[in-house]
């Protein structure tokens, strides 16, 4: 365990090196800079200002400065703004993890419990009409969701008030976020439980006369959420730093409304930031899993 563990580390660094690499060099490569679009100024201020964000560097240069700051836990200052990254990226992301949270245990627990029943109820009416709309909210995007009970729930029947910070405003952008993933554990859930209940000791505990609530919860569905926990971590991190749009259509001020901002700005430290912020959470949320399948299921090993 702690041999794999020390690999997926490295393998970890390695990750978040190359993603650096690319987000820095191709922000560099686009037309332009982080004051294009400003009034202009004197050749004076101009200067300052690539001294103080180390523009006027060579871009070799100034990537080997960012990573060295970064190692030290600077994330320097907005271009825009001035101010601090860190804090910003904290401060945001509490915003966007509290919508993720109710987003992923509303995917988790409806997937589960729909998926559970399609597969006890295999071809009959309920599993036909759950694998409908498991596969109507797998192919549609967030977005399109989200703009529709927008319109429908704000606009139209005014039912919840958008644009105001109120904890009853999660519920539309929960749904809309929770569609995907849960339609897509839902289509998990099934097809692992179909398999487990196919299993000669499911049949054993059956003639032994096990109560089907126990087979069911006991000897099935933990085996059968083997899948589901593989999806688990890719889904929680994407959930989380994937609501960008979700975020802009519902006026969430969110670490995706700062992410798609700063893009726009051209606010190079932030957009560097934000990108190292995500893709280490992403990759932490792998090695999460890998070490949670060992919890569910004490035949899988790591090696």
Known sequence: M??????????????????????????????????????????????ALEKRFNLDKPVGEQFIIYMKNMLHGD????????????????????????LGIFAVLTAVIVGVILGSIAALTRNHAPDRIIIFLST???????????SFLLVIFSVKLGWVQAWSPTHQNLVLPVIALSAYPAAYITRLTKTSMLDVLNQDYVRTARAKGVSSMKVLFVHTLRNALIPVVTYLGPMIASVLTGSLVVEQIFTIGGLGAEFVQSITNRDYPMIMG????????????NLLTDIVYTLIDPRISLD
């Open 2 to 47: 702690a041999k794999y563990i020390f690999k997926r580390i490295l393998l970890a660094i390695v990750t978040i090196f190359i993603v650096c690499a690319i987000t820095f060099f191709t922000m560099n490569a686009i037309p332009g800079g982080p004051f294009a679009g400003e009034k202009a100024k004197s050749p004076e201020v101009q200067a």
């Open 75 to 98: 994330f320097g200052i907005s271009a825009k703004t001035g101010r601090d990254i860190s804090e910003t990226i904290a401060s945001k992301f509490s915003v966007s993890a509290k």
């Open 136 to 146: 109507l909210f797998t192919s549609l995007p967030s977005f399109v969701l989200g």
């Open 274 to 285: 934000v990108t190292i912020f995500l893709a280490i959470f992403m990759v932490t949320m």
